[in-house]
């Protein structure tokens, strides 16, 4: 393998060029030809290793390369059931009964309001055991047979269907039955939707839990309680909503074929807008699905086509801009056009910010007329809302829980069982550990790393510095590309002698940490060992002010990556760079980290099941915690990885590889150390007290 050297662009100052033949010629490295190679400069680099660089390429890469490839009908209706049975486990509906029979709704008629030419009936139902959600149903008083239905999904507005009851009430006065319900979030009971926006419980993306999954189910649910109706007829269903009711609109159509008309208001914009414009950083959790399989809106709406869909969206929304609403719209219409019905998708734009306006409203009241009652009423004809004070009901009056939610109603818990994690498995034979290993990598191949590039853009690896201090038998710092936008540095120091190949510990960086503090924690390793100490994205030269944490782990996630699964890459990469480097001097390699670290530690040394040893000290216990609300600190979440592991049972899924565990061991690796003692191996896996203690055989 060829090393590269840093070849002159431009001289930069004759003491710059005088500085730099002295070094080189110190170190026995003087050009043949009489001007050295220049030192290299900022302007040589060719990645910017900035993570908002990066976050925005692959944001527009993800929004640019949706619905890719689709040139005929039957290439999409091949390809839909997969996409959305993709969509669907995104949302987080893994453990519900999507598909097969469904618990009874228990649906409890609390009240009832009479007003001039409709009802209101004041209701609750249960749409899991325990998860219970309140409602307000509209029903006209002169149904001929059974009426068209819409499910009104509130937005993000503190009292719900108080404060949106012009909607549902001007859909009965037009004959509809509507539902209006309530979100986990606000109304009568206050859940969560903002756990890693507010609270750092970033660890919903590890457990694949998104807010917005359980307002999805609570809405379908909603929607067999309205087929269940007999004034309702099953066959004409609509939904719309505005802000997060936009959003959920979205989702219910595309997840409820039931559902034939919808109008999403004010919920619609690209992964690439809002990373780009930082309109992510204004968005609630429940906005975007645990992005797995790297989607954007125009893949959700795409599920809806060829059913009619009308987009409404204000031109000057500070959380949607409208080009990013057109290029979902215009995205969508090519997948329309494939069925012949790109009449049946629309754009409605209205001037000002984040609201509704008469325009989107009253096209809105007329589009259902048309899809669900075979009436054409233009929307200038059709009517607006009416907010006066005379016709407006107080929350009292349209209260629900008047004694309280029940009992045993879980609104406030359910992000803890929504989508359940797994428990560490009964493993008592090698092949059972290896079947189980396989189960675990491959989910976590495709569900967890799935953003890893499936073809890998050169490591280029380039020769940067060495030495003959820092090590008894010299240094050399490297660098290699990892991805496209980051060249990170390796420093090798050989404690073995050039023609002896030793073992090679890698040894990775922490954020933020002390100078020498790596040093440090390996100053106890047996002097076999060579060692090459790693800086990561996030760490030393490539890190980013703590302030910007949050956005990056939000961001991170919305294009199908966290922070610790890129640092998991750039480690992998990394190992693929020093098994190319003669100099690295290595018959093995190990790895060491500290902290948050030991959680990229041990996930890259099981993908890439070559590594020889794991030391660890003060690893984290569990994946499955919070972190601290400002998003500063640890960030170890992963997408998903909680359904099928933890970090402390990947320490046991190694073996047989040497496992270290320096200091107090948290009990939960307890499993790991169980399980290589009863593989018949308790000598491979040690706690030890301090690093001169581990014995490595």
């Excluded at 949706?66 to 040139?71: E, I, N, R």
């Excluded at 030269?541 to 990556?561: C, I, K, N």
């Excluded at 100099?583 to 070559?610: F, T």
């Amino acid at each position: 393998m060829t090393i590269k050297r840093i070849a002159p662009k431009s001289l930069i100052g004759s003491h710059l060029a005088f500085l730099a033949l002295l070094i080189l010629c110190g170190t026995g490295l003087a050009a043949d030809a009489g001007r050295p190679p220049m030192i290299q400069t900022r302007a040589d680099l060719d990645q910017s290793n900035n993570i908002r660089n990066h976050l925005m390429r692959v944001a527009q890469e993800l929004s640019h390369g949706t619905l890719a490839g689709f040139d005929t009908r039957a290439d999409w209706e091949k390809a839909r059931p997969h996409r959305y049975a993709q969509f669907l486990e995104m949302m987080g509906l893994v453990d519900v009964p999507v598909d097969g029979p469904r618990p009874p709704l228990n649906v409890k008629i609390v009240g009832t309001i009479r007003r001039p030419g409709y009802r209101i009936e004041r209701l609750y139902y249960e749409s899991l055991p325990g998860l219970y959600v309140p409602a307000n149903l509209y029903i006209p008083d002169e149904i001929r047979g059974s009426a068209p239905a819409v499910l009104y999904v509130c937005g993000h507005s503190r009292t719900q269907k108080v404060s949106y009851q012009p909607h549902p009430r001007k859909f009965a006065q037009l004959g509809f039955v509507c539902l209006i319900i309530e979100t986990i979030q606000w109304g009568e009971v206050l859940g969560d939707h903002w756990g890693c926006y507010a609270r750092g419980w970033f660890h919903w993306y590890s457990r694949g839990y998104c807010p917005g999954g359980v307002e999805l189910w609570n809405a379908m649910r909603g929607l067999d309680l309205l087929c269940a109706r007999p004034e309702v007829d099953k066959d004409r269903l609509g939904v719309t909503g505005i802000s997060g009711g936009g959003t959920q609109s979205w989702y219910i159509a595309a997840a409820d074929p039931r559902v034939k008309v919808v109008a999403p208001v004010c919920g619609t914009s690209t992964v690439n807008s809002h990373v780009h414009q930082r309109t992510i950083d204004g968005h609630c959790d429940c906005m975007m699905p645990i992005n797995t399989y790297r989607q954007d809106f125009h893949d959700i709406g795409a599920l809806i086509a060829p059913r009619p869909l009308m987009i409404a969206s204000a031109n000057r929304d500070g959380l949607n801009s409208i080009e990013a609403v057109r290029e979902v719209y215009f995205g969508i219409r090519h997948i329309y056009d494939l069925y012949g019905k790109a009449d049946d998708i629309h754009l409605v734009e209205t001037p000002g910010g984040h609201s509704y306006h008469e325009i989107s409203r009253t096209k809105i009241f007329s589009f259902f007329v048309k899809h669900l009652m075979d009436k054409d009423i233009p929307p200038d004809r059709i009517g607006d809302i009416d907010r006066s004070d005379d016709v407006m009901l107080s929350a009292e009056e349209l209260q629900v829980y008047v004694d309280g939610p029940p009992a045993d109603d879980r609104t406030t818990t359910i992000q803890e069982t929504f989508v359940k994690a797994a428990e560490p498995p009964k493993i008592a034979t090698r092949v059972q550990l290896q079947t189980h290993r396989e189960k675990v990598l491959g989910f976590l191949r495709e569900r967890t790393f799935g953003a890893f590039a499936s073809d890998p853009v050169p490591l280029d690896i380039r020769w940067e510095f060495r030495a003959d201090d820092g090590a008894r038998h010299g240094r050399h710092t490297y660098s290699f590309v990892s991805e496209e936008d980051y060249r990170l540095h390796v420093d090798v120091r050989r404690r073995q002698a050039p023609d002896q190949a030793g073992p090679l510990m890698l040894v990775l960086r922490s954020p933020d940490e002390d100078r020498w503090a790596s040093e440090g924690f390996t100053s106890g390793l047996d002097d076999r060992w060579n060692l090459a100490y790693f800086e990561t994205r996030g760490i030393g030269e490539t890190g980013w002010p703590p302030d910007l944490q949050w956005h990056v782990r939000r961001a991170a996630a919305w294009t199908g990556r966290t922070v610790a699964s890129m640092r998991v890459y750039d480690v992998l990469r990394c190992l693929q760079a020093l098994r190319q480097l003669k100099a690295a001097g290595h018959d093995k390699i190990g790895i060491a980290a500290r902290g948050e670290m030991g959680v990229v530690a041990l996930y890259a040394a099981l993908l890439d099941g070559h590594v020889a040893a794991v030391v660890l000290r003060e690893p984290p216990a569990t994946q499955n915690a919070p972190s601290r609300e400002d998003g500063r600190g640890e960030a170890i979440e992963m997408l998903n990885c909680l359904r099928v592991t933890d970090v402390p049972q990947v320490a046991g899924l190694l073996f047989p590889t040497h496992v270290a565990i320096i200091g107090p061991m948290p009990p939960t690796y307890a499993w790991s150390q169980q399980l290589y003692q009863k593989l018949d191996e308790p000598g491979r896996f040690q706690n030890v007290t301090g690093l001169s203690q581990w014995r490595f055989e």
